[in-house]
């Protein structure tokens, strides 16, 4: 191989090196945040590295990357508007002003989602400009030294698993040394190098990698004993930390409800209930679950009370988390005011719970702490465990580890309920390989723009009109309850044990509150819980890790949750759901009602192929629409835009040559060499049309060496002839007037510019 | 124009009438013309028996001036070389005896054997164009151009000349070895009869003062001046130069492109001269570091890598924006 071929390669893969490492080191933001739409991540980076690697001008790649930015933020926040339009900037504008003004006044946990996604991509955006500075001067080593420190600090210091990102980043980083290395080797000493020689510097580059990488992993290595450093970041009390629900650390850290608009039969008001101060992360305020589905509501007629004894623990009661969720245990103080319900909310499992001079009952069907006399107490004290989930080990659960307690239980549903309520669960987590995943599903497609989030103008089901059906067919509209029954029913419907739970959402932060816990002095986060924050959402069974919330209301999110947000603009919400509203009836049809629960799953189970073909009839349906209605949200028409403007410029790079060469062949048969400027710009169009063929003149050559260079190549004497008359032009004291005749100039910028025709 | 064309074929005809002599060695006898031109002087250092001697005398045979030749040794005292004044009793008062140093091309052989003192008589002649004897301060000719050659400066009995004397010279280079074709025509020649005899002079030392005079006007442009001052700064912010060239530096670079321009028959300069002068103008005036010192680097070829980093000037200025 030439060694000029050998160089073009290595660039190639330094940059291809480039991408995984900065692709790997946002794994954690797939995970962790809410931007997690790899499918936009990876064209943002991949159409990022790829102007670095054509070496775009600066300004292209710069207002690429601002357009890829708005391009997300309409993503992830206004997708239910028109891309190409303003009704999602100027709300988007008047958000940043808003903002900048909270950072201003140093009130960080005012910030909202989309600023803090902005202001991260706007930071991403440096790092890549900085990356491309340090790819063009070969400083890998800063490069990989922030892959790693970031990696090493999110593994720290959240619960994301970096281990697998980390050695790759690590691999993809030698690998990148080593090529690196090379150029700059090669550039140092000028001197070509044999193919003998470059092959030997890899092997020995690649041995000593692989040396290193075998050590890293067989070396043993200490267990750690910093066992929980996440509740370090906790300790630190940063209020915007602990209420941001950017970086929300999903598993743990709250979100800010602050503008709360659940309200319809809860009524709408803002009479505080109770205010909690605790010592962990926020989490949602767990009143009691429902598991019989009625189809107009929950019932739970059933009660049976167990005594608790004050030393008792309650978590073998509750029995919330499995063996596999990792938990920390943190502590609570609530103080109810005097219009609360006699209620005792709890977050996380409780261990213990205490109301001074009461005794307490345990409702075994609901899961509800209570008073032995359900009256109002004016405040409780609560021990309990935070959770930690293990991402992994939900995505492993399947449903044929269930135990038959659960499946008895949490897969009720009533004889009445439409089969498309069915069919349509079964559509959602058909071809998905894990629970968590089927789970997801059905949560994205009730959090999407299909539904709307309304408090107002509820239609009520007419009589005999299943509730969950009249929401997912019908209205579409509806606020928590019609969300977290939907999803609760969805799943039971596939076969996944599901319970609906009702609470209060995190409430509104207070600031930091002194507070003694065991005698010692604590700092305490301090919510207010409001009427407002009254909320449902529902719990999915994972076999080893238990219970787990998912929030299916959009707009909220569950700090107990791995995050899928959209922060959809309720009054203005769509009308997307009335493009899929025609396809669906149809289905009502495919089967009768039917008799009973496990007779509809065995069918199920049977007709899987069907309700795949179902489902993709109802998407081609659904797209179509979407197609001839030409906006709905936009998202299609855009991605569409977006393939054909990718697809454009890579073809426009790969045939660079052919219509470059046209436009610079034109440009200098069309200058007639008059005078000076003309002359110059006639000569320095022929160099850069040499500098697309492969004779690019070198910025320290002096001409006469590029023109030896040429005229060797070309096997010819023009280039000098025309180089003589040049320098003559450029260093010569008067040459106004005294340019040689510009005929035979021009005759030689012909012949010379024909050569590259072919 | 026409006087100017005829200007420039007097000096390639001497380059030419040198090379009858010194074989091969066409660059270094253009580089000694740039000095001759330019008004400055040359030293030429390289190990004994490749031909420095002959090549000087070739060129002081061509011009048609007063030639003279010092043999440094280690004891060689100033007077030696500038003169002296001599008691004369017959006519009872003291009279000046010229050295050789009063001549118009000086051949100064083996500069680094002799001791600082004398060279410093010279170097102060090379620098100011006058001597001082005896109190009395005397004109050198119009036309005094010294030729020095020196052995490398790790032979044993030599004294280095110091940074600030290696100053004064202009171009500063070594002759090398030559080619095998070239060596073997030596030979040749050597049979047939000594080449150097048969040398007459072809030019004058009005010639060369004229000559002088045409080389000073040569239009250097601005974009040119740039580069080269792109190239001076290159070397003071180079992290193996411990000292860049200095202003004087700057000042026989520019005299030095004028001359390279002329001798390569033009009236302007371009960047191809820099690149052949400056390693041999700049390449004496550095200090190195101890690090490039190790690295076995020396001045000239630390120029030569430097100025191949330096943007070459392809635009008239008033046309960039």
Known sequence: ?758 | MNSRVAMHHLISDLIDHVETVVVGKRHVVKLISVALLAGGHVLIEDIPGVGKTVLVHAIAKSVGADFKRIQFTPDLLPSDITGLSIYNQKKGQFEFRPGPLMGNIILADEINRTSPKTQSALLEGMAEGHVTVDGVTRDLPELFFVMATQNPVDYEGTYALPEAQLDRFLIKLSMGYPDRKDELSLLNRVQDQDPLRRLTPILSVTDILKLRHQVSSVYVSEEMKNYIMDLIEATRAHPLITLGVSPRGTIALFQAVQAYAFIEQRDYAIPDDVKAVAPYVLGHRLLLNQEALYDHQNGKELIGDLIETIKVPVMKRETVK
């Open chain 1, 1 to 758: 191989m030439h060694i000029f071929s050998m160089q073009r390669l290595v660039r190639f893969l330094i940059y291809l090196l480039t991408f995984i490492i900065l692709w790997t080191s946002l794994q954690p933001v797939f995970v962790l945040t809410i931007l997690n739409s790899t499918r936009l991540w990876f064209l943002f980076i991949l159409a990022m590295v790829l102007m670095f690697y054509f070496k775009c001008p600066r300004w292209v790649s710069a207002s690429t990357c601002g357009i890829m930015i708005l391009f997300q933020l309409h993503f992830y926040f206004y997708r239910n508007e028109q891309l190409f339009s303003l009704h999602w900037m100027r709300p988007l504008y008047a958000e940043l002003i808003r903002n900048f003004g909270h950072v201003w006044q140093g009130q960080f946990y005012l910030l909202s989602d989309p600023f803090t996604a902005f202001l991260f991509f706007i930071l991403f955006g440096f790092i890549l400009f900085g990356i491309r500075h340090w790819l063009a001067n070969g400083h890998v080593g800063l490069l990989i030294t922030l892959a790693i420190l970031s990696l090493a600090l999110i593994d720290t210091f959240t619960s994301f698993n970096a281990d697998r990102s980390m050695i790759m980043v690590t691999i993809a980083s030698l690998l990148l040394v080593i090529l690196n290395k090379w150029t700059l080797f090669t550039y140092s000493t000028s001197k070509p190098q044999t193919i003998k020689q470059t092959i030997s510097w890899f092997t020995s580059g690649l041995v000593l990698g692989v040396v290193l990488l075998l050590f890293a992993l067989l070396v043993p290595k200490p267990t750690v004993h910093w066992n929980t450093p996440s509740n370090y970041l906790s300790s630190l009390s940063f209020p915007f930390v602990q209420k941001g629900s950017f970086f929300s650390d999903n598993q743990r850290i709250g979100y800010d409800q602050d503008d709360s608009r659940l309200g319809g039969s809860l009524n709408m008001d803002t009479t505080p209930l109770f205010t909690a101060n605790i010592s962990g992360n926020p989490g949602y305020w767990r009143v009691a679950y429902k598991d019989y589905y009625t189809g107009h509501g929950w019932d739970d007629s059933n009660h049976f009370y167990l005594p608790i004894n004050e030393n008792q623990s309650l978590s073998s009661l509750v029995g919330l988390y499995g063996k596999q969720t990792r938990t920390n245990r943190e502590t609570a103080t609530i103080h109810f005011s005097k219009e609360s319900p006699a209620i005792l909310p709890y977050t996380g499992q409780p261990v213990q719970v205490r109301v001074p001079g009461r005794h307490l009952n345990y409702e075994q069907t609901t899961g509800q702490v209570l008073t032995t006399n359900e009256q109002w107490v004016s405040s409780e004290q609560l021990v309990y465990d935070e959770p930690i989930y293990q991402m992994q080990r939900l995505r492993q659960s399947t449903a044929t580890t269930d135990p038959e307690v659960i499946r008895k239980r949490y897969l009720q549903l009533p004889d009445s309920l439409p089969s498309r309520v069915i069919n349509l669960g079964q559509s959602l987590t058909a071809g998905k390989s894990n629970r968590y995943d089927q789970v997801k599903a059905v949560v994205d497609y009730l959090r999407s723009s299909r539904f709307t989030y309304s408090t107002e103008h509820v239609p009520r089901p007419a009589k005999g009109q299943d509730y969950v059906d009249q929401f997912l067919f019908d209205s579409k509209v509806g606020y928590c309850d019609n969300f977290s029954t939907s999803m609760v029913i969805l799943l039971r419907a596939s076969g996944i044990p599901a319970r609906w739970v009702k609470g209060f959402t995190t409430g509104e932060y207070q600031g930091q509150v002194k507070d003694k816990v065991k005698g010692k002095q604590v700092y305490l986060n301090k919510y207010q819980i409001t009427n407002e924050d009254a909320h449902s959402w529902g719990e999915v069974y994972f076999p080893g890790s238990g219970w787990i919330s998912f929030e299916p209301t959009p707009s909220f999110n569950n700090p107990n949750q791995f995050a899928s947000s959209s922060s959809t603009d309720k009054t203005k919400a769509s009308q997307s759901g009335k493009s899929v509203h025609g396809s669906e009836s149809k289905q009502g049809q495919s089967s009768g009602t039917s008799a009973s629960t496990d007779r509809r799953q065995q069918q199920a189970q049977k007709h899987t192929n069907e309700s795949q073909q179902q489902r993709s009839d109802q998407k081609n349906k659904a797209s179509q629409e979407h197609i001839s209605k030409g906006h709905v949200n936009g998202l299609p028409m855009a991605w569409i835009v977006f393939a054909l403007i990718i697809t454009c410029t890579f073809v426009a790079v790969c045939t660079r040559k052919r219509w470059l060469t046209k436009i610079k062949l034109k440009k200098i048969q069309h200058i007639n060499v008059h005078n000076e400027q003309d002359f110059q710009r006639a000569y320095l169009g022929l160099l850069s049309l040499m500098a697309l063929h492969g004779l690019k003149r070198k910025d320290t050559e002096t001409l006469r060496e590029f023109a030896n260079r040429v005229d060797e190549k070309l096997s010819d004497t023009k280039m000098q002839k025309l180089t003589d008359a040049y320098e003559q032009l450029l260093y010569e004291k008067h040459t106004q007037g005294s340019l040689i005749d510009h005929q035979s100039l021009h005759r030689l910028i012909q012949d010379l510019g024909s050569h590259f025709e072919k």
